[in-house]
């Protein structure tokens, strides 16, 4: 069966660094596109990014562009994003999302998620 | 960006009523739209893809709507695993946004 975990998210202060990790297992990770969604607490879902299943596109919100980078390594079957210059606006569980099959970005499969708290 | 506006933002209801929510795109996304379920302290979970299509073992009760720029999720007959937060997505374009989530609660 699918599985995603997410690792990697603390409590962390104003402008350090993080990278969070998703381990991906049950499917051929390589062949599937993987995003990254946020949700502050008691607030709503927030899309961050996504990478291509071969890490040839990589799109970003607009809130995130020039401090977070997607990756993957498709060797390990793990999807990372690396995370500078965090702020408390960044501070939310984030999950990693497998990309349903098909051309359209639904998804399919989420991990259980990963919490970074960031503090002024 | 695409806004996404769902309505209401919660609802009470009982179990065996109909439920239906409603959402609107600030611009058409053809029929590129997902609903998703969240219960507390869990990940999201698709229920509907393609504005109508039934996402595999999600119960028949779940149905979508719509195309362009308004969608509906409806509930035929509430039951009690089904109160939850439910928010709507549009897959047309990037950035992919989320509407602000429905919670559906009991009465």
């Known amino acids: 069966q699918v599985l995603l975990v997410e690792s990697g998210g603390g409590v962390v202060q104003r402008g350090w660094s993080l990278r969070l990790s998703c381990a991906a297992s049950g499917f051929p990770f390589g062949s599937y596109g993987m995003h990254w969604v946020r949700q502050a607490p008691g607030k709503g879902l927030e899309w961050v990014s996504y990478?291509?299943?071969?890490?040839?596109?990589?799109y970003y919100t607009d809130s995130v562009k020039g401090r977070f980078t997607i990756s993957r390594d498709n060797s390990q079957n793990t999807l990372y994003l690396q995370m500078n210059s965090l702020i408390p606006e960044d501070t939310a569980v984030y999950y990693c999302a497998k990309k349903k099959e098909g051309d359209t970005d639904y998804f399919d499969y989420w991990g259980q998620g990963t919490l970074v708290s960031v503090s002024s | 960006d695409i806004q996404m506006t769902q309505s209401p933002s919660s609802v009470s209801a009982s179990v065996g009523d109909r439920v239906t929510i409603t959402c609107r795109a600030s611009?058409?996304?053809?029929?590129?739209l997902a609903w998703y379920q969240q219960k507390p302290g869990k990940p999201p979970k698709i229920l509907i893809y393609?504005?109508?299509s039934l996402q595999s073992g999600v119960p028949s009760r779940f149905s979508g709507s719509g195309s362009g720029t308004d969608f509906a999720l409806t509930i035929s007959s509430l039951q009690p695993e089904d109160f939850a937060t439910y928010y709507c997505q549009q897959a047309n374009s990037f950035p992919l946004t989320f509407g602000g989530g429905t919670k559906v609660e009991i009465k």
């Open positions: 990478i291509r299943y071969d890490g040839s596109a990589k």
């Open positions: 393609g504005a109508s």
């Open positions: 611009q058409g996304v053809r029929s590129w």
